[in-house]
């Protein structure tokens, strides 16, 4: 069973241009998370979707940042002007619809962004 | 908010040594622990984790015990070899809340 992918691994782009980011989740795997983990810090929350849907976007740090599962399948998370804080490595995780069971998420191995 | 604290990296350690990473968090309730790891050019992969207090959790001769009295996970391992050599996070989430809460991460190398 393939695992969760990410793409690209690596990204360097300037500041004020657009980068998306790309998440195949586990194959059946109805919950899709993002986290970003910046300069050697903690890894943080960005959102979760639910197939198709954001169930919580309590973590996307501001509207330059836009998450999207079209069909409940891959996701994408576009930045939109590209500052440089945004630079990081950028996680991706899935894991399986469970009703008040805590699921493992399974993640990616990330995607690291550098903005110039 | 729920916050996790691990203690401060680089850890490095010589082969067969003991090990201890330091984690205590801050959270309402009943959360549940984890202790996810990072190798290098690889993803994070959930480690161990334990749901209620007194839980221990153990996975490659690594263990962490639920302790709600001190509210902390420590993660222990006896003997620890080269192949340990990662970064590990500790982190928690709440059942109807799924996102993970992760501490700082703790970069732990072993020389032979």
């Known amino acids: 069973e393939a695992g969760v992918t990410q793409f690209p691994s690596h990204s360097v782009i300037e500041k004020g241009q657009t980068v998306t980011l790309r998440c195949d989740p586990i194959s059946g795997h109805d919950n899709l998370y993002w986290y970003r983990r910046v300069m050697g810090k903690e890894i943080k929350f960005l959102l979760h979707?639910?197939?198709?849907?954001?169930?919580?976007e309590s973590g996307m740090p501001n509207n330059r940042f836009l998450a999207e599962r079209t069909g409940g399948t891959y996701s994408t998370l576009k930045v939109q002007p590209a500052e440089l804080e945004d630079s990081g490595v950028y996680f991706c995780?899935?894991?399986?619809?469970?009703?008040?069971?805590?699921?493992?998420?399974?993640f990616g191995p990330g995607t690291r962004l550098l903005v110039l | 908010g729920d916050s996790v604290t691990q203690m401060e990296g680089p850890v490095t350690l010589s082969e067969e040594a003991f090990l201890t990473i330091n984690c205590t968090y801050t959270a309402t309730g009943y959360p549940s622990l984890f202790w996810y790891v990072q190798y290098p050019g690889e993803g994070l992969q959930l480690l161990l984790k334990?749901?209620?207090?007194?839980d221990k959790g153990s996975n490659k001769g690594f263990e962490a015990t639920y302790r709600k009295e001190t509210t902390s996970f420590h993660l222990e391992k006896g003997s620890v070899q080269v192949s340990d050599s990662a970064v590990y996070f500790c982190?928690?989430?709440?059942?109807?809340?799924?996102?993970?809460?992760f501490g700082q991460g703790t970069r732990l190398t072993i020389n032979p």
């Open positions: 982190a928690l989430n709440h059942q109807g809340a799924q996102k993970l809460v």
């Open positions: 995780a899935s894991s399986q619809s469970g009703t008040g069971v805590i699921e493992t998420q399974y």
């Open positions: 979707f639910v197939k198709e849907s954001k169930q919580d």
């Open positions: 334990a749901t209620k207090a007194d």
